[in-house]
């Protein structure tokens, strides 16, 4: 699986406006080595991973094909390659479990001795967030709970749910229509809501405890071979609003509310040979 993504993060604070963008591209291999009835057991690896974040207080460069013994946030990701973890999913692809990633991401971590301890566990925190076992399961259903429970034909559709779980906790519901088939595909389409789950507990972004009141739309369009079920297009769009509120803490005295936009494109695509 090959994707390319990006999003743009709006925030308006004291009245003035603040942009985070945030590209991120990555190979990643599954590999099938069970199959127990409607399951699959997959080891999963990532090939190669490329994120760059800018704020208006800098720009932070991940990349895993540097070779750069200086450069500490690419050096973290390249540690990450190859480096095998587990998934289960099933025929309509729900994730059922991911296992050993997070032993992976804690074996990394632990192979950086050079960095201060707290600001480890602060980076691990993040990280945890966004490549943990939860954050990996909802991220890959994006791409894969897209099948029917039962046979479908053409323009027939059908609802999916997912759970997304990184910084923030949301649900998605997703229409999907199977609009076309071709000789070697089966074409797509999705319209989903996004919406935060208010009761979550709060996340830690730079030490702040934050909680997300969001809710927005996701547009798919996806390809899926005939032969292996297997995804090899998908495009998407996601447009959230809403705000997000800085509980009260020490840094942010009766805590803050903060009106938010979030914009996220998505391409999957088949790796060139």
Do not use: C
């Not at 059922?96 to 074996?107: A, L, P, Q, W, Y």
């Not at 609003?241 to 999957?268: A, Y």
Request: no cysteine; charged share 20%.
């Amino acid at each position: 699986m090959v994707s390319t993504g990006t999003s743009t993060i709006s925030q308006t604070m004291n009245g003035q406006e603040n942009q985070v963008s945030l590209s991120l591209s990555f190979r990643m291999a599954f590999k099938v080595t069970d199959i127990i009835d409607t399951i699959y057991k997959m080891e999963v690896s990532y090939q190669t991973l490329d994120m760059r974040v800018n704020t208006p207080h800098g720009t932070v460069d991940m990349d895993s094909r540097k070779n750069d013994s200086t450069d500490i946030p690419s050096l973290i990701v390249t540690a990450m390659m190859d480096k095998p973890f587990n998934i289960t999913i099933s025929k309509t692809g729900k994730i059922k479990s991911v296992e050993n990633v997070e032993n992976m991401i804690s074996g990394v971590f632990n192979s950086f001795p050079q960095i201060d301890t707290a600001k480890k566990k602060q980076i691990k925190a993040e990280f945890l967030q966004s490549f943990g076992a939860k954050a990996f399961k909802g991220n890959l259903e994006i791409g894969t709970s897209i099948f029917p429970s039962r046979p479908v034909l053409k323009n027939d559709k059908w609802l999916s749910k997912t759970k997304l779980e990184s910084m923030m906790v949301a649900q998605m519901e997703t229409t999907y229509q199977l609009t076309d088939i071709t000789d070697s595909y089966y074409q797509i389409h999705g319209d989903g809501t996004i919406t935060t789950d208010d009761n979550a507990t709060a996340s830690m972004m730079e030490g702040l405890p934050i909680k997300y009141k969001l809710a927005g739309t996701m547009v798919s369009d996806i390809k899926v071979d005939k032969v292996t079920g297997w995804v090899t297009e998908l495009k998407l769009k996601q447009l959230i609003k809403g705000n997000i509120e800085i509980e009260d803490n020490p840094k942010v005295p009766g805590g803050m509310i903060i009106p938010m936009t979030i914009s996220n494109d998505q391409v999957i695509n088949p790796p060139t040979p």
